[in-house]
């Protein structure tokens, strides 16, 4: 018996490839395949009987006018859905991102004002403290071990280190900026250099920025080792900028922050860079990108239909398929020129600028004469794509009685089924 997978497989392995994005809305449910039936039933009832030579290279066509027609449908319902629409996906921008850089982390914007104003009157800052600037080439120690306690919040951390002869107080600088690094306790360490001096200074900064909460630093030193402590030979201890807090108003009501990074209804997140004297402004408008590329994949489905129907050329019925697509721009190309696209002179759908991103979803409405055109066109195409092969009258139907055929929806209109299954 023959194995109709392994045919259609072979075939379905010679066509162009399709976009798989749209393939959610090839799972139809049984009502949706209770219509296609009735529909392949329906055409069958008023089809003559045909006779065709079925060769490799038709039905590679006729199966690819199929795919093709139920490509286009598919993207067309991405841009028409109204529950996932691409319209709804927002892109933050602010007026100025050096001041204020806006982003969204997820597509929940329904809480959100159009339009933010903030202004920054300073950014929250972390606790640094620079040691004693020492002589670089020089040492300031005598042999021996060392230590010193560093609190950071509620935990406590000891340093050790052993000096030998010869190590430089930049040597012995870089060592406890290596250990310190390298235990990850909340503090970067680092070395700042006077070149002019040749002298240098140890510099600690607390991770965290803002206010700590029952307490105005984030670490301190605990000199339990008055002898061999190296806090006070370091100069560590000595604190250059204590944190703060950002301080910042939104649509004019004053807010502090312990971070410059601030969230609204968890969706949208601002980083504050700088201190500014006027208001920034942040706003939500439709992401352009994600448009552009489902409108990019329509256009894809859109001339793969055109590409078909001139690869065709050897059937008659290319002729009739190049008609039936292109029909549609040509009747809609006032609709397709306001929403930023043009029809070629080879009849391929293009942009012709900038699209617009209202016109664009105005055109894709469900209630848009457009989309009605697409959906009844590619319906004529996926339901009987044999229509556009060459092929002899047998006999015509018989007009006087409605009865169905049952075997002629196999024949002619069976290769839909790939999909529905």
């Known amino acids: 018996m023959l194995n109709l997978n392994n045919v259609y497989n072979y075939y379905s392995s010679q066509l162009v490839s399709f976009n798989k994005s749209s393939d959610k809305f090839r799972s139809h449910r049984a009502e949706d395949l209770k219509t296609v039936y009735r529909n ?10 045909y006779k065709f030579s079925f060769s490799d290279t038709t039905q590679i066509y006729a199966i690819s006018i199929k795919e093709a027609a139920l490509a286009l449908e598919s993207e067309s319902q991405i841009l028409a859905n109204e529950k996932e629409s691409v319209f709804k996906e927002m892109h933050a921008v602010s007026s100025n991102e050096n001041i204020a850089y806006a982003s969204l982390n997820n597509n929940d914007t329904d809480g959100l004002p ?11 800052t972390c606790q640094t403290n620079v040691g004693t600037y020492l002589s670089s080439g020089e040492s300031s120690f005598s042999q021996g071990d060392y230590s010193f306690d560093i609190t950071v919040d509620h935990n406590h951390y000891s340093f050790s280190l052993s000096i030998h002869e010869g190590d430089t107080n930049q040597q012995i600088q870089k060592s406890l900026v290596t250990s310190i690094n390298d235990n990850k306790i909340g ?9 002019l001096e040749g002298t240098s200074a140890l510099v600690l900064r607390s991770n965290a920025t803002g206010v700590p909460e029952n307490s105005d630093l984030f670490f301190h030193f605990n000199e339990t080792h008055l002898e061999n402590d190296l806090t006070a030979i370091l100069g560590i201890h000595h604190v250059e900028s204590a944190p703060s807090n950002a301080v910042f108003y939104i649509n004019g009501d004053l807010h502090n922050s312990i971070s410059n990074r601030i969230s609204l209804n ?3 997140d601002i980083d ?25 994949d329509f256009l894809d489905s859109y001339n793969q239909l055109v590409n078909i129907s001139k690869s065709g050329t050897s059937n008659k019925g290319a002729n009739r398929l190049f008609k039936d697509i292109t029909s549609i721009t040509k009747y809609h190309q006032e609709l397709l020129s306001n929403a930023g696209l043009m029809v070629d002179e080879n009849g391929y759908l293009q942009h012709s600028g900038e699209t617009e991103p209202a016109q664009i979803k105005e055109l894709f409405e469900s209630n848009s004469a457009f989309r009605k055109d697409i959906k009844r066109i590619t319906g004529k195409m996926s339901i009987n794509p044999l229509d556009y092969i ?4 047998i006999t015509y139907p018989n007009t006087t009685g409605t ?3 049952p075997y002629q929806p196999s024949k002619y209109s069976g290769l839909l089924f790939n999909d529905y299954a």
């Not at 039933?41 to 003559?48: G, Y």
């Not at 503090?187 to 070149?195: S, Y």
């Not at 860079?273 to 552009?292: A, F, M, N, Q, R």
């Open 266 to 268: 968890h969706s949208l």
């Open 187 to 195: 503090i970067h360490a680092g070395i700042r250099h006077n070149r």
């Open 272 to 296: 504050l860079l700088s201190e500014s004297d006027t208001p920034v402004t942040v706003y939500l408008v439709p992401d352009e990108e994600k448009i552009s590329d489902k409108l990019d």
């Open 40 to 49: 392949m039933v329906k055409q069958n009832q008023h089809s003559p009987l």
């Open 390 to 393: 060459d092929k002899i009258v």
């Open 114 to 124: 159009d339009k933010i104003s903030i202004q920054v009157d300073s950014l929250a």
């Open 403 to 405: 009865y169905p055929n």
